[in-house]
């Protein structure tokens, strides 16, 4: 697929998956998308589908995009994007892109790599409400509180601000409504991350873990946290005491981090 997407135009995307529910006998698979005008592959109020083996090359906007918050269960695997890029035709986050733009954390991403790009290479941006027309068709769903999927053997290099963002806050509980404060552990495991501004950064969010991830040659930061304690989302009992224990807290394990090589 190549000179796709209409700019300007909501939902004329290349590959576009608009609220179907779920698809767990559906799939993309080892295709090609490039130099396209408005994303690569949207997948919008669309459950268990899976996207493997894509290569994405010199695309406008976020590449793979979760766009409401509700999207569970997909399969991102194995997929390469290649200088993803700004685009001032649709949304904020498209101005900011990220090759991977994931907005609910209850998704499997894993062998995934990213090559250059503008702005981010994978951003969890978790708000504590679904966009969209999903908002009215879920009123008590809250994308934040979701339990984590499954993040694992991904690579980023040479975008221009974080390798992985995570953004604006997380808190993952067991059972993910919008009342559970018992927490759930979100497990980043085997990220390289290199020649970024930043390697991975996440604000906000408790029970977090970054565990044989290897970052280096990063401009400003390998790992950064900004963490808000008293934050008044994260204001319950069982998630505030996550924050200084190993098991079920923030944590950074077995991983390597390298200023300059």
């Known amino acids: 697929v190549f000179y796709a997407g209409q700019a300007f135009r909501l939902g004329r995307y290349p590959v576009h998956f608009h609220m179907n529910g779920n698809m767990n006998l559906s799939y993309i698979k080892s295709s090609s998308i490039h130099q396209t005008f408005n994303r690569a592959v949207n997948i919008h109020a669309t459950h268990y589908l899976t ?3 894509i290569v994405i090359y010199n695309v406008m906007g976020g590449a793979i995009f979760l766009e409401d918050g509700v999207e569970i269960g997909n399969v991102l695997r194995g997929n390469l994007a290649v200088f993803v890029r700004t685009s001032s035709s649709l949304l904020n986050e498209d101005v900011t892109p990220a090759a991977f733009w994931v907005t609910n954390p209850n998704n499997t991403v894993e062998h995934n790599a990213v090559a250059g790009g503008t702005h981010f290479g994978y951003w969890y941006r978790m708000l504590e409400t ?7 068709m879920y009123p008590s769903f809250c994308p934040h509180r979701q339990p984590f999927g499954r993040f694992f053997n991904n690579s980023v290099h040479s975008v221009g601000r974080f390798g992985v963002w995570i953004f604006p806050e997380y ?5 993910g409504s ?4 018992s927490p759930y ?3 980043f495991d085997r990220l390289t991350s290199w020649r970024n501004n930043r390697g991975i950064e996440w604000v906000m969010s408790s029970t977090i873990q970054i565990r044989n991830t290897v970052v280096f040659d990063n401009h400003d930061t390998g790992i950064r946290c900004v963490t808000a304690i008293n934050h008044q989302s994260l204001n319950r009992p069982n998630l505030r005491n996550t924050f ?10 077995n991983s390597i981090i390298i200023g300059d090589t």
Request: with cysteine.
């Open 130 to 136: 679904p966009d969209g027309p999903s908002f009215a």
């Open 185 to 187: 552990q979100a497990v």
């Open 171 to 175: 808190a993952p509980t067991i059972g």
């Open 178 to 181: 919008c009342s559970a404060d």
């Open 51 to 53: 996207v493997e083996n």
């Open 244 to 253: 200084y224990f190993e098991n079920n807290g923030s944590s950074v394990i």
